[in-house]
């Protein structure tokens, strides 16, 4: 006889949209079907966004920048009090399974794996309970590169003021800022959008765009906004600074203004989908000066061509 939780599995499987993909993910020490995994209500994650998460780009089944990316978890859960569930060998282990089952199964070898650690299940209070299990979660998908006419022709961003929290430094859940950050380009049909947030003297300063970080290029060096609570650490800034160190790029985190923003020689993005990637067009008006203006520029080229070879060096 077919129990309750049997037929309320059965009503969730069979509403479970198309698109979500059978491929295996991590759930609680479980490796499980996508479309079979299920969480409490009560997970904080859904009622409240108390996690964190980090994706973590894969290349030819090897993880880049692994350890940077799980410093980066480790210091989102110190800020949200919250313990790690696994060692860093105990992560690796888990993450390079899913990323040979899904290469064997879909031939995807270069893919995106994600992973998302809550709180744990508890009544709805808004204060932290302790000693809670965590719930632990992994999938990976398919890597989908930037086009090559992204990569030739730039992409156009649009700039709006920073709307979010004051704690953007934690890498949480909680991402409704950012979504609806990315919902202002996508009605622009724009790639990204680009924030800025005023300061106390009311000139408004880069922070970042809703998924990426910033940069501009000023006289051949390549700036970028300062560490902060307003700004995710993100995983390629070390990184970008590694390169320009090899290219022999000047580099500098400070603040950046909105008209050094606008007046740049160059404007770049970068995040683990997009690696670097050239912005040609802000708010409607072309990037750059002179002869390369709208055109994705030598910086740009130097350090994609860079970051290429990082990916091979740099992957576990």
Not at 61 to 77: G, I, P, T
Not at 110 to 121: A, C, E, F, S
Not at 176 to 196: K, W, Y
């Amino acid at each position: 006889m077919t129990t309750q939780v049997d037929r309320s599995t059965l009503r969730a499987m069979q509403s479970m949209p198309a698109s979500v993909p059978d491929s295996l993910c991590y759930l609680n020490g479980e490796y499980t079907p996508l479309r079979e995994a299920r969480v409490s209500v009560l997970d904080r994650g859904f009622i409240f966004g108390d996690g964190v998460y980090e994706v973590v780009p894969v290349y030819g089944r090897r993880l880049f920048r692994f350890n940077e990316h799980m410093a980066r978890l480790d210091r989102s859960l110190e800020k949200l009090r919250m313990p790690n569930p696994h060692t860093r060998g105990e992560w690796l282990a888990v993450l390079r399974e899913l990323v040979v089952r899904h290469a064997e199964g879909s031939g995807a070898d270069d893919q995106m794996v994600y992973l998302q650690v809550t709180r744990g299940i508890a009544l709805r209070d808004h204060v932290m309970p302790k000693d809670l299990e965590p719930t632990v979660f992994a999938m990976t998908n398919a890597m989908k590169p930037v086009s090559a006419e992204q990569r030739h022709q730039g992409v156009a961003c649009v700039t709006a003021r920073d709307f979010r929290w004051e704690r953007c430094d934690i890498k949480t859940t909680s991402l409704l800022g950012n979504v609806l950050a990315r919902q202002i380009s996508a009605d622009r049909g724009a790639a990204e959008t680009i924030m800025l947030r005023a300061g106390a003297n009311g000139i408004n300063y880069l922070t970042e765009a809703s998924s990426s970080n910033v940069w501009i290029v000023h006289e051949g060096a390549l700036l970028g906004p300062p560490k902060s609570e307003h700004v995710l650490e993100g995983i390629r800034v070390e990184l970008l600074e590694e390169l320009c160190e090899e290219e022999g790029i000047a580099f500098n985190l400070r603040p950046i203004t909105e008209t050094e923003l606008l007046a740049a020689d160059e404007v770049l993005l970068s995040s683990a989908t997009k690696e670097v990637l050239a912005v040609t067009t802000l708010d409607g008006d072309l990037v750059g000066h002179g002869a390369g203006k709208g055109k994705p520029g030598p910086i740009y080229a130097r350090l994609y061509a860079a970051y290429q070879r990082a990916k091979a060096e740099q992957s576990i």
